[in-house]
C-alpha cells in the first residue's frame, strides 16, 4: 500500500533552509535573497542540463520523468508477517484440501503477483518453472525502475557539470571586461553562482531522489523474492510450520525478536 512520503519535502526544505540561514547568519545583517538569484546562471544550469537530458533519452524515456518523481514523495508499506500468514493459510488449505481449491481462496488476495505464481502452481507446473516466469517478472520490474531512475542519476551528473560551464562563462567575460570595474561583479556573481545552482541541484535534490528510488525498488525485490519462496513451497507442498519458519528467515531481527517474545511469553494462572 503507498502513502505520501513526507521526508522527501522536509529534506528539501531543511536543506534549503539550512542555506539560507547559514548565507544571513554570515552576512552581517546585510544579506539579500535577490543577491543569491541570478537569471544568467539559472538559464545556464536548467536550460544546459534540460538539453543534455533531452539528448541522452528518447521521448518514451522522458514521458516516465513525472511519474518517477512523483514516486520519490510516496512510500511503499510492506507486512512482512501478514505476507507470511497469507501463505502459511494457503499451504495448510493446500494440504488439506489439494492446489486446485487454492483457486478459490485467491479472492482474499490482492496482490497480483501472489495470484499469478499461485495460478502457475495449480495449473500444475514444475516449480523451476513457476520460479523461472516469476523472476523474469522482476528482472523485467527492475529495468522498468533503472530506466526511470537514470534520468535522475544523468541530471545529478549533468547539472553540476553545467554550473562549471556557466562559471566558466563568467569569468571570460569578466577578463574581457576587466577596464569596466561596475562589470566585474556582475560577471563574477554569474561564474560562482552557476556553480551553487548545479551543486545544490546535484546533491540536494537529483541524487538523494535517485538513491530513494534505487532502495524503493530494493525493497520490492525483496518482497517479490519472499512471494517465489512462498508459491514455491505451496506448490511443492512443505508443511505450513516448516514453510512459515522458512519465510520468517526473511524478516528483520527486531520483529523476530517480537514474535519470539509473544510465542515465548508464560501463562500466568490467576
Do not use: C
Not at 510465542?263 to 494462572?269: A, I, K, L, R
Amino acid at each position: 500500500m503507498k502513502k505520501t512520503d513526507l521526508l522527501t519535502p522536509i529534506g528539501i526544505f531543511i536543506g534549503m533552509t539550512a542555506m539560507f540561514l547559514a548565507i544571513f547568519s554570515n552576512s552581517a545583517g546585510t544579506g539579500n535573497l535577490t543577491d543569491f538569484l541570478q537569471i544568467a546562471s539559472i538559464l545556464i544550469v536548467l536550460g544546459g542540463m534540460s538539453a543534455a537530458i533531452m539528448i541522452n533519452f528518447s521521448l518514451a524515456d522522458l514521458k516516465l520523468l513525472p511519474k518517477v518523481m512523483k514516486e520519490t514523495f510516496q512510500t511503499r508499506e510492506h507486512n512482512l508477517q501478514g505476507l507470511i500468514d497469507t501463505f502459511v493459510d494457503l499451504s495448510t488449505k493446500a494440504r488439506r484440501e489439494g492446489l486446485l481449491a487454492l483457486e478459490a481462496a485467491l479472492d482474499e488476495v490482492d496482490d497480483p503477483f501472489i495470484e499469478k505464481g499461485v495460478l502457475l502452481a495449480v495449473d500444475g507446473i514444475e516449480p523451476d518453472i513457476i520460479k523461472d516466469i516469476m523472476m523474469a517478472e522482476v528482472v523485467a520490474m527492475e529495468e522498468r525502475h533503472r530506466k526511470g531512475r537514470v534520468i535522475l542519476e544523468k541530471a545529478a551528473e549533468y547539472a553540476p557539470a553545467w554550473g562549471m560551464i556557466g562559471t566558466l562563462v563568467g569569468l571570460v567575460l569578466m577578463l574581457q571586461n576587466l577596464n569596466d570595474p561596475s562589470t566585474l561583479g556582475p560577471n563574477m556573481a554569474v561564474a560562482l553562482l552557476t556553480t551553487l545552482y548545479g551543486t545544490l541541484l546535484a546533491n540536494l535534490v537529483f541524487s538523494p531522489m535517485s538513491h530513494k528510488l534505487m532502495l524503493s525498488t530494493e525493497d520490492e525485490v525483496f518482497v517479490k523474492q519472499i512471494i517465489i519462496e512462498g508459491v514455491i513451497g505451496v506448490q511443492s507442498g512443505q508443511n505450513p510450520k516448516v514453510l512459515q519458519e522458512k519465510l520468517s528467515a526473511f524478516l528483520p531481527n527486531h520483529s523476530k525478536k517480537e514474535e519470539e517474545e509473544i510465542v515465548q511469553e508464560p501463562v500466568t494462572n490467576e
